[in-house]
T-cell receptor
Framework: GQSLEQPSEVTAVEGAIVQINCTYQ??????LSWYQQHDGGAPTFLSYNALDGLEETGRFSSFLSRSDSYGYLLLQELQMKDSASYFC???????????FGPGTRLSVLP | NAGVTQTPKFRVLKTGQSMTLLCAQDMNHEYMYWYRQDPGMGLRLIHYSVGEGTTAKGEVPDGYNVSRLKKQNFLLGLESAAPSQTSVYFCASHENTGELFFGEGSRLTVL
Protein backbone atom coordinates (compact mmCIF):
# COMPACT_ATOMS: atom_id res chain seq x y z
CA GLY A 1 0.00 0.00 0.00
CA GLN A 2 0.89 3.65 0.01
CA SER A 3 1.56 5.97 2.92
CA LEU A 4 2.65 9.57 3.17
CA GLU A 5 3.73 11.46 6.26
CA GLN A 6 3.73 15.21 6.87
CA PRO A 7 3.89 17.29 10.05
CA SER A 8 0.37 18.10 11.20
CA GLU A 9 1.02 21.76 12.05
CA VAL A 10 3.66 24.41 11.44
CA THR A 11 3.71 27.97 12.75
CA ALA A 12 5.90 30.81 11.50
CA VAL A 13 5.94 34.61 11.39
CA GLU A 14 5.49 36.93 8.45
CA GLY A 15 8.60 37.29 6.34
CA ALA A 16 10.10 34.02 7.57
CA ILE A 17 10.97 30.85 5.64
CA VAL A 18 9.27 27.55 6.39
CA GLN A 19 9.90 24.03 5.13
CA ILE A 20 7.20 21.36 5.07
CA ASN A 21 8.53 17.82 4.74
CA CYS A 22 6.88 14.83 3.14
CA THR A 23 8.04 11.23 3.29
CA TYR A 24 6.34 8.51 1.32
CA GLN A 25 6.16 4.78 0.82
CA UNK A 26 4.62 3.69 -2.42
CA UNK A 27 4.97 1.40 -5.40
CA UNK A 28 5.17 2.67 -8.95
CA UNK A 29 6.28 6.18 -7.96
CA UNK A 30 5.90 8.69 -10.75
CA UNK A 31 6.16 12.11 -9.12
CA LEU A 32 5.46 14.29 -6.08
CA SER A 33 3.21 17.33 -6.15
CA TRP A 34 2.09 19.95 -3.65
CA TYR A 35 -1.28 21.59 -3.15
CA GLN A 36 -2.53 24.49 -1.07
CA GLN A 37 -6.00 24.56 0.44
CA HIS A 38 -7.55 27.46 2.29
CA ASP A 39 -10.38 26.76 4.72
CA GLY A 40 -13.59 26.11 2.83
CA GLY A 41 -11.83 26.11 -0.52
CA ALA A 42 -10.59 23.62 -3.06
CA PRO A 43 -7.00 22.43 -3.31
CA THR A 44 -4.89 24.37 -5.79
CA PHE A 45 -1.71 23.17 -7.44
CA LEU A 46 1.62 24.61 -6.33
CA SER A 47 4.45 22.50 -7.66
CA TYR A 48 5.44 19.14 -9.14
CA ASN A 49 8.69 17.13 -9.11
CA ALA A 50 9.21 14.07 -11.26
CA LEU A 51 13.01 14.15 -11.03
CA ASP A 52 15.42 14.70 -8.15
CA GLY A 53 16.24 18.27 -7.37
CA LEU A 54 14.72 21.65 -6.72
CA GLU A 55 11.87 23.30 -8.61
CA GLU A 56 11.32 27.01 -8.01
CA THR A 57 8.10 28.88 -8.63
CA GLY A 58 8.19 32.40 -7.22
CA ARG A 59 8.20 32.30 -3.43
CA PHE A 60 7.58 28.54 -3.42
CA SER A 61 10.15 25.84 -4.11
CA SER A 62 9.81 22.08 -3.99
CA PHE A 63 12.49 19.44 -3.65
CA LEU A 64 12.52 15.72 -4.33
CA SER A 65 14.92 12.92 -3.48
CA ARG A 66 13.64 9.69 -5.00
CA SER A 67 16.35 7.59 -3.37
CA ASP A 68 15.26 8.85 0.07
CA SER A 69 11.51 8.81 -0.71
CA TYR A 70 11.45 12.36 0.58
CA GLY A 71 10.44 15.78 -0.57
CA TYR A 72 9.75 19.19 0.85
CA LEU A 73 7.96 22.42 0.08
CA LEU A 74 9.81 25.62 0.91
CA LEU A 75 7.86 28.82 1.37
CA GLN A 76 9.85 32.05 1.49
CA GLU A 77 8.89 35.57 2.53
CA LEU A 78 5.81 34.27 4.29
CA GLN A 79 2.64 36.32 4.06
CA MET A 80 -0.55 36.13 6.10
CA LYS A 81 -2.37 34.79 3.05
CA ASP A 82 -0.10 31.72 3.10
CA SER A 83 -1.97 30.47 6.18
CA ALA A 84 -3.59 27.33 4.79
CA SER A 85 -3.24 23.56 4.66
CA TYR A 86 -0.58 22.09 2.42
CA PHE A 87 -0.78 18.59 1.00
CA CYS A 88 1.85 16.50 -0.70
CA UNK A 89 0.60 13.95 -3.21
CA UNK A 90 2.34 11.02 -4.84
CA UNK A 91 1.52 10.19 -8.43
CA UNK A 92 1.57 6.48 -9.17
CA UNK A 93 0.99 4.22 -12.09
CA UNK A 94 2.28 6.37 -14.92
CA UNK A 95 0.32 9.36 -13.76
CA UNK A 96 -2.99 7.65 -13.22
CA UNK A 97 -3.37 7.70 -9.47
CA UNK A 98 -2.79 10.53 -6.99
CA UNK A 99 -2.46 9.65 -3.31
CA PHE A 100 -2.56 12.55 -0.85
CA GLY A 101 -0.81 13.01 2.45
CA PRO A 102 -2.73 14.00 5.61
CA GLY A 103 -1.84 17.68 5.20
CA THR A 104 0.12 20.28 7.16
CA ARG A 105 -1.69 23.25 8.60
CA LEU A 106 0.48 26.37 8.33
CA SER A 107 -0.29 29.34 10.53
CA VAL A 108 1.49 32.60 9.71
CA LEU A 109 1.59 35.04 12.60
CA PRO A 110 2.07 38.82 12.32
CA ASN B 1 -12.89 28.79 -19.42
CA ALA B 2 -14.79 27.17 -16.53
CA GLY B 3 -12.28 24.40 -15.77
CA VAL B 4 -13.90 21.80 -13.49
CA THR B 5 -17.51 22.36 -12.44
CA GLN B 6 -19.36 20.36 -9.80
CA THR B 7 -23.11 20.27 -9.22
CA PRO B 8 -24.75 20.52 -6.81
CA LYS B 9 -22.53 22.47 -4.42
CA PHE B 10 -24.63 21.67 -1.36
CA ARG B 11 -27.06 18.86 -0.62
CA VAL B 12 -28.80 17.42 2.40
CA LEU B 13 -30.05 13.84 2.20
CA LYS B 14 -31.88 11.49 4.50
CA THR B 15 -30.42 8.07 5.20
CA GLY B 16 -31.33 5.69 2.42
CA GLN B 17 -31.90 8.33 -0.25
CA SER B 18 -29.97 8.30 -3.48
CA MET B 19 -28.29 11.07 -5.40
CA THR B 20 -25.81 11.82 -8.17
CA LEU B 21 -23.01 14.34 -8.19
CA LEU B 22 -22.01 15.65 -11.59
CA CYS B 23 -18.52 16.73 -12.55
CA ALA B 24 -17.90 18.45 -15.87
CA GLN B 25 -14.55 19.60 -17.28
CA ASP B 26 -13.94 21.62 -20.42
CA MET B 27 -10.19 21.00 -20.75
CA ASN B 28 -10.47 17.76 -22.73
CA HIS B 29 -8.67 15.86 -19.99
CA GLU B 30 -8.50 12.09 -20.10
CA TYR B 31 -8.14 11.50 -16.37
CA MET B 32 -10.88 12.33 -13.86
CA TYR B 33 -11.18 11.62 -10.14
CA TRP B 34 -13.59 11.74 -7.25
CA TYR B 35 -12.18 12.40 -3.77
CA ARG B 36 -13.81 12.84 -0.41
CA GLN B 37 -12.42 15.02 2.35
CA ASP B 38 -13.49 14.76 5.96
CA PRO B 39 -12.82 17.53 8.51
CA GLY B 40 -9.14 18.02 9.24
CA MET B 41 -8.11 15.23 6.93
CA GLY B 42 -6.57 14.71 3.55
CA LEU B 43 -8.27 13.66 0.35
CA ARG B 44 -9.17 10.03 -0.14
CA LEU B 45 -9.72 8.67 -3.61
CA ILE B 46 -13.14 7.10 -4.23
CA HIS B 47 -13.07 6.22 -7.93
CA TYR B 48 -11.23 7.43 -10.98
CA SER B 49 -11.33 7.19 -14.75
CA VAL B 50 -8.51 7.11 -17.27
CA GLY B 51 -10.74 7.80 -20.25
CA GLU B 52 -14.26 7.75 -21.64
CA GLY B 53 -16.03 4.52 -20.78
CA THR B 54 -13.49 3.48 -18.12
CA THR B 55 -13.69 3.54 -14.33
CA ALA B 56 -11.56 2.11 -11.53
CA LYS B 57 -11.81 1.83 -7.76
CA GLY B 58 -9.76 4.00 -5.47
CA GLU B 59 -9.05 3.78 -1.77
CA VAL B 60 -12.65 4.09 -0.45
CA PRO B 61 -15.08 2.91 -3.18
CA ASP B 62 -17.71 1.16 -1.05
CA GLY B 63 -21.16 2.73 -1.21
CA TYR B 64 -20.39 4.69 -4.39
CA ASN B 65 -20.73 4.08 -8.11
CA VAL B 66 -19.41 6.09 -11.03
CA SER B 67 -19.89 6.44 -14.75
CA ARG B 68 -17.93 8.13 -17.52
CA LEU B 69 -20.21 7.98 -20.55
CA LYS B 70 -18.81 11.18 -22.02
CA LYS B 71 -15.20 12.32 -21.83
CA GLN B 72 -16.09 15.63 -20.23
CA ASN B 73 -18.39 14.23 -17.51
CA PHE B 74 -17.76 12.02 -14.50
CA LEU B 75 -20.74 11.11 -12.33
CA LEU B 76 -20.61 9.93 -8.73
CA GLY B 77 -23.66 8.10 -7.41
CA LEU B 78 -24.78 7.21 -3.92
CA GLU B 79 -27.44 4.49 -4.13
CA SER B 80 -28.40 4.44 -0.45
CA ALA B 81 -26.85 7.31 1.49
CA ALA B 82 -25.48 6.74 4.99
CA PRO B 83 -24.41 9.28 7.65
CA SER B 84 -20.81 8.07 7.17
CA GLN B 85 -20.96 9.56 3.69
CA THR B 86 -21.33 13.07 5.06
CA SER B 87 -18.30 14.79 3.59
CA VAL B 88 -17.01 17.28 1.07
CA TYR B 89 -16.58 15.71 -2.35
CA PHE B 90 -14.05 17.03 -4.84
CA CYS B 91 -13.80 16.19 -8.48
CA ALA B 92 -10.49 16.67 -10.26
CA SER B 93 -8.98 16.15 -13.69
CA HIS B 94 -5.58 16.18 -15.36
CA GLU B 95 -3.84 15.36 -18.62
CA ASN B 96 -0.92 13.13 -17.63
CA THR B 97 0.92 15.88 -15.80
CA GLY B 98 1.49 16.43 -12.11
CA GLU B 99 -1.18 19.12 -11.92
CA LEU B 100 -4.65 18.19 -10.77
CA PHE B 101 -7.42 20.70 -11.48
CA PHE B 102 -10.10 20.64 -8.79
CA GLY B 103 -13.73 21.64 -8.77
CA GLU B 104 -15.05 23.85 -5.97
CA GLY B 105 -16.40 20.91 -4.00
CA SER B 106 -19.82 19.51 -3.14
CA ARG B 107 -20.83 19.54 0.50
CA LEU B 108 -23.06 16.60 1.33
CA THR B 109 -24.83 16.03 4.63
CA VAL B 110 -26.65 12.76 5.31
CA LEU B 111 -29.07 12.87 8.22
Amino acid sequence: GQSLEQPSEVTAVEGAIVQINCTYQTSGFYGLSWYQQHDGGAPTFLSYNALDGLEETGRFSSFLSRSDSYGYLLLQELQMKDSASYFCAVTEGYGQNFVFGPGTRLSVLP
Amino acid sequence: NAGVTQTPKFRVLKTGQSMTLLCAQDMNHEYMYWYRQDPGMGLRLIHYSVGEGTTAKGEVPDGYNVSRLKKQNFLLGLESAAPSQTSVYFCASHENTGELFFGEGSRLTVL
